[in-house]
């Protein structure tokens, strides 16, 4: 048997714990779990990992203030942020009232706004950020976010300037400036910009950042039985693929040689 990586995988979700961990081994990792700080802590201290997940808020503590504590600690090693989503297969079937409620036809869009959903994909990230601000008094971390899209950069801009250094990128030529000065506490990545996709921005950050935390959004898709859980990208890189890379800029091997 050829060379596993091990991970260490923090979530404190049992179900989607026990989803990705299996999702790992599948792709030819080991995977080990932890379910709050305390248990990261010890199992980083008694066995060595090549990467670790992190789920953008844990039980006890929010991984922005995390990473950081590892760094003081000494202990350094790329770490993947998942920012989840739950979705499920069967929505709840709901009475329908008929003062209040819309007629919607099958096939028609959903009266939903889009800024509504756009918001809804950047709070939990902005809460994550702020909790960690709040805890580590004096903590002004520098933040890269890379967005195409206006509004949800400007909500993430307007939400945090107060609280963090901020550096913004939309194009591809912006992320190589940014990248210039590659010091960041967290990297913030969108699935896509314009002129370049999530994978080979992921490629980018992980070769010119290797210590930079960097925070992916997943979704994991309930089955109407509430038993089956499929990991994957929203519309950017999987965990599995963010994951390779990470650990290929980390042992520093060609990229032509990852196959």
């Not at 979705?87 to 959903?110: C, F, K, N, Q, T």
């Not at 194009?171 to 370049?196: K, N, Q, T």
């Given at each position: 048997?050829?060379?596993?990586?091990?991970?260490?995988?923090?979530?404190?979700?049992p179900?989607l714990?026990?989803?990705?961990?299996?999702?790992?081994?599948?792709?030819?990792?080991?995977?080990d779990?932890?379910?709050?700080?305390?248990?990261?802590?010890?199992?980083?201290?008694?066995?060595?990992?090549?990467?670790?997940?992190?789920?953008m808020?844990?039980?006890?503590?929010?991984?922005?203030?995390?990473?950081?504590?590892?760094r003081?600690?000494?202990?350094?090693?790329?770490?993947?942020?998942?920012?989840?989503?739950?979705?499920?297969?069967?929505?709840?079937?709901?009475a329908?009232?008929?003062?209040?409620?819309?007629?919607?036809?099958?096939?028609?869009?959903?009266?939903?706004?889009?800024?509504?959903?756009?918001?809804?994909?950047?709070?939990?990230?902005i809460?994550?950020?702020?909790?960690?601000?709040?805890?580590?008094?004096?903590?002004?971390?520098?933040?890269?976010?890379?967005?195409?899209d206006?509004?949800?950069?400007?909500?993430?801009?307007?939400?945090?300037?107060?609280?963090?250094?901020?550096?913004?990128?939309?194009?591809?030529?912006?992320?190589?400036?940014?990248?210039?000065?590659?010091?960041?506490?967290?990297?913030?990545?969108?699935?896509?910009?314009?002129?370049?996709?999530?994978?080979?921005?992921?490629?980018?950050?992980?070769?010119?950042?290797?210590?930079?935390?960097?925070?992916?959004?997943?979704r994991?898709?309930?089955?109407?039985?509430?038993?089956?859980i499929?990991?994957?990208?929203?519309?950017?890189p999987?965990?599995?693929?963010?994951?390779?890379?990470?650990?290929?800029?980390?042992?520093?091997?060609?990229?032509?040689a990852?196959?």
């Amino acid at each position: 048997m050829g060379y596993r990586p091990r991970i260490l995988v923090s979530e404190h979700d049992p179900r989607l714990r026990t989803r990705l961990s299996e999702s790992l081994e599948q792709a030819g990792f080991w995977a080990d779990t932890a379910r709050s700080t305390r248990e990261v802590l010890k199992k980083l201290g008694t066995r060595q990992y090549a990467a670790m997940t992190l789920n953008m808020l844990l039980a006890d503590q929010d991984a922005l203030s995390l990473t950081r504590e590892l760094r003081v600690l000494g202990l350094h090693l790329p770490i993947l942020v998942i920012s989840v989503h739950a979705e499920s297969r069967r929505e709840p079937r709901l009475a329908r009232h008929p003062d209040v409620d819309l007629e919607l036809r099958e096939g028609a869009p959903h009266p939903e706004p889009d800024w509504v959903r756009k918001a809804a994909d950047q709070a939990r990230t902005i809460f994550a950020v702020k909790t960690a601000c709040q805890r580590l008094r004096g903590f002004r971390p520098r933040i890269l976010h890379i967005e195409a899209d206006r509004f949800s950069a400007g909500l993430v801009k307007a939400a945090l300037r107060s609280s963090v250094d901020l550096v913004q990128a939309r194009h591809a030529h912006e992320l190589d400036r940014a990248l210039d000065d590659p010091c960041f506490d967290l990297a913030l990545l969108s699935p896509a910009l314009e002129d370049i996709d999530g994978e080979a921005m992921l490629h980018c950050i992980a070769a010119r950042c290797p210590e930079t935390p960097i925070v992916v959004r997943a979704r994991y898709t309930l089955c109407g039985d509430g038993h089956d859980i499929r990991v994957e990208g929203q519309g950017g890189p999987s965990v599995v693929t963010a994951l390779r890379a990470l650990l290929l800029h980390a042992l520093q091997v060609p990229q032509r040689a990852q196959a």
